[in-house]
């Protein structure tokens, strides 16, 4: 019999309930969820095509370059722990992998499909790209409540879906990371799932824990990559940072939180915050660090309080004035009637996808900026990145050495796109996807593919 004492270890509660706290519960996003499916890929594909027009690349290479590469469909198969059988599909979407392996995450919703696996690929890939790490794009998701099922029965699950695609994944092929519903915990199970088969493996996924081969920064590397987006644009407008600056953030996840504390910490009031269950809004600031702990103690962000502070309806904080609206919940949230409300100078994109391209043109129309979702977001796949390099190297940096990487990652890349929205006179988000296809375009070139 093989001992196993990884497992062992996770099935402690106290471990699992450390390694699963903090992602958002599923019915969070059911609703909305539900609305957006449908037409995220055709939003991605409508800002490629924007970007290529401006390119003036050949029509010929829009079809190499919005395609697929390969796309795995699987049956996971469990038994439950009321000795039910269960069945989920599973999905693996391989978009390119022209610039270094496929990079991308695993979410587990009860409305995902290949549709919205599709979309979110192709959005790696850019993401990537802009990033300039070398690492093409990826996507995973199992088609299943995880709410609905008990730890052991996640465990089950994410080892069946390691079985299904070994065969397609590995660390110098394609390297998955934690998404929607997905964490540490499940990150762990996968790698040491992989390791049972092809041998010890810590490379081929990123977001375990940091004890076991984790990187140090990793769990907050989105939401300080958000900071550190927001602050570079707010430097190249010449406003001086983010320093007595109003932000309003919907969304208070992983991201959100982390995003808030990292403004908050350097001088910026963020004067709104909300979930699916409300908004809270002081003029003063909230006390993100003190509502952080709330939550974590399992309270309601419209449960906070605070001197100064009041509960609105969720949808209100569209008409708050503000200096930055920062979306971290859903994609999709900004459309023509939300464009049309918002009442603020800047947007950083922390979730995928938030903004439908009827809502950016009148946005851009009402010369509200608007730093892409390729780009505010990339700070977790760029240590992510950090995470595969340390395990590559079987040696561990320290937190500032992480931190202090990402943030030239964020710096870099946006002097890039902002040269480039300067010299061609186009928005944030076009510039970022124009650099992103001609850099997967060039290497494919280069490699002999077009």
Known sequence: MRLRPLSLLLRSARTVETLLNGKQHVSDYQSAWSRTLSSH?????????????????????????????????????????NNEIATFNAYRVQHDNARGPYKGGIRYHPQCDLDDVRSLASLMTWKTAIMDIPFGGAKGGVTVDPSQLTVNELEKLTRKLVHSFRGVIGPHSDI????????????????????????????????????????????????????????????HEGLGG?????????????????AAKCISDHGGDIVCVSDIDGAIYNPGGIDVHALDKHISQGGKIHEFQERGTSVLPADDIFQLECDVFIPAALGGVIDTKVAKELKCKYIIEAANGPTRPEGDEILNERGIKVLPDIYANGGGVAVSYMEWVQNCQEFAWTLEEVNEKLENKMKVAFDHIWEKHKEKNVSLRTAAFMLALQKVLDARQVRGFA
Do not use: C
């Not at 390119?55 to 395609?67: A, D, I, Y």
């Not at 390791?195 to 590397?221: E, I």
């Open 176 to 235: 998955p990371a934690p998404d929607m519903n997905t964490g540490a915990a499940e990150m762990a199970w996968f790698f040491d799932e992989y390791s049972k088969y092809m041998g010890f493996s810590p490379a081929v996924v990123t977001g375990k824990p940091v004890n076991l081969h984790g990187s140090l920064g990793r769990d907050a590397a989105t939401g300080r990559g958000v900071f550190f987006a927001a602050r570079n644009l707010l430097d």
């Open 242 to 258: 983010v320093e007595n600056k109003n932000f309003v953030i919907q969304g208070f996840g992983n991201v959100g939180s982390w």
């Open 41 to 81: 890929a055709q939003d991605t594909n409508t800002y490629i095509k924007q970007a290529l027009k401006e390119l003036k690349l050949p029509q010929r290479f829009e079809k190499m370059l919005v395609t697929p590469r390969r796309e795995v469909s699987a049956q996971l198969v469990i038994l439950k722990d």
